[in-house]
Structure formats: C-alpha cells, structure tokens
C-alpha cells in the first residue's frame, strides 16, 4: 500500500540554524500539508500546499517557515532560524488523487521529531 | 474558533472488554469527522471517517463510532479489544467550505490494552 514517508525520523539542531524536513506524498496525491504535535499538546495544523503554493495556513507558520515542492515527488518544510519552541514533532500528509474533496482521507506520514537546543 | 475535545487523555482497559473513546466536537454544521490511530514509531491511520448519512460508522480493525448530532460527540467505540489495539487514537474534524480544509485534532487518548 502506497504511504507517505518522511526524513529523517529524528533530527536535532542548534537554536538559530536552518533544518529542512523532507517528505514523500503519495505518489499521484495533488494536496500537501504539514501538521505539528509539540509534546503533550495537540497536533497542529501548520499549512496545506497545492498547484505549487499554499492554499491555507495557521497563524503558527509565520516567516520562519516555507515550503516548497522542489520536484515531482519531494514536499519540504524550512524553518529558517529555529527557536527552542520550535520542537516538536511534524507530520506531513497528503490527500486528493484529483479533483479534490474535503472529505478526502489525509494519509499521514510517520513524523520527523526536531530537537532545538 | 472550531475545536475537539478529547475528554480522556489515558483510557487502561483488560484484553476481550469493551471500550469507548469520547470525542466531543464544537459545531454539527459542514463538519467531517474523523478518527486516527497512532501505533509506537508510526505515521497517523485513519480508522474511520463520517461524511454524511448513516450516523453510525464502520472503520478497520472493529472499530466504529457513533455521529451525534444533538450531544456534538462522536464516540468510537470497540465490543472486545486485544492487545494489538494498544496505541493513541486522535479525532479530528473539519469545517467550513473549500476543496480540501484542515483538520483540527483532540489532544488524542492513549488507549491501554492490558491482559
């Protein structure tokens, strides 16, 4: 069964760098998102990514953060200077073979856990 | 603002009993419902998903749950639960207009199987 995968599982960094966090969708999925689960607290939606450019996003991805789907098959997430608020573990999902409908499953990845120090 | 509330956070049952998830939603209007499961070191499953009709809904591994329109809740409940069902389960909904839309999630439940 196809399914979304995400690199690297764990990724730790100083607070100020850059990180990338890279993710795979289904390969004939057209909708993108990036979700993240701060410890404890609930997943988070942070933005939805279609016909190359964002269509939603929440109030949490502010300028530090951007994606961007750099080729056919890979959607990346960026924060730019990383805080210590900033950890977390993020999810990306993807929906929609085509057409698109809000009732479509978002399949999820199995998350990539950035550390800040 | 839409939310879930995810009423329980740790839910300890015994092998072969019944259990039930309590999810709570804040509106019944242009809403889907969905139930995910988190296995250790896995991505999020869905399990089942309520769109419209039947309130009562089917999903994978046994699991089912009921859309209640009047009480906003969406409950997923399991008649006999194995070892194998131990893991957090998450509901989530989504709102409004448009294709596609975010999903907005509980706080999940970590549901513990014991034998």
């Known amino acids: 069964e196809p399914e979304v995968t995400q690199t690297p599982s764990h990724q730790v960094t100083q607070m100020g760098q850059e990180v990338i966090l890279r993710c795979v969708p289904i390969?004939?999925?057209?909708?993108f998102y990036w979700y993240r689960q701060i410890l404890g607290q609930k997943v988070e939606f942070l933005v939805s990514f279609y016909n190359n450019e964002i269509s939603e996003k929440s109030e949490i991805f502010d300028d530090q953060f951007s994606v961007e789907r750099p080729d056919g098959s890979n959607f990346t997430l960026k924060i730019r200077s990383t805080k210590l608020e900033d950890s977390a573990m993020y999810f990306c999902?993807?929906?929609?073979?085509?057409?698109?409908?809000?009732?479509?499953?978002?399949?999820f990845g199995p998350g990539t856990r950035l550390t800040v120090l | 603002a839409q939310s879930v509330t995810q009423l329980d956070s740790q839910v300890p049952v015994f092998e072969e009993a019944p259990v039930e998830l309590r999810c709570n939603y804040s509106s019944s209007v242009s809403v889907y419902l969905f139930w995910y499961v988190q296995y250790p070191n896995q991505g999020l499953q869905l399990l089942l998903k309520?769109?419209?009709?039947s309130t009562l809904v089917k999903g994978i591994n046994g699991f089912e749950a009921e859309f209640n329109k009047s009480q906003t809740s969406f409950h997923l409940r399991k008649p006999s639960v194995h070892i194998s069902d131990t893991a957090e389960y998450f509901c989530a909904g989504k709102w409004g207009g448009g294709s596609q839309g975010n999903l907005i999630f509980g706080k999940g439940t970590k549901l513990s199987v014991k034998p």
């Open positions: 309520y769109l419209s009709g």
């Open positions: 390969s004939n999925h057209l909708y």
């Open positions: 999902a993807s929906s929609g073979p085509s057409g698109g409908f809000r009732g479509d499953t978002q399949y």
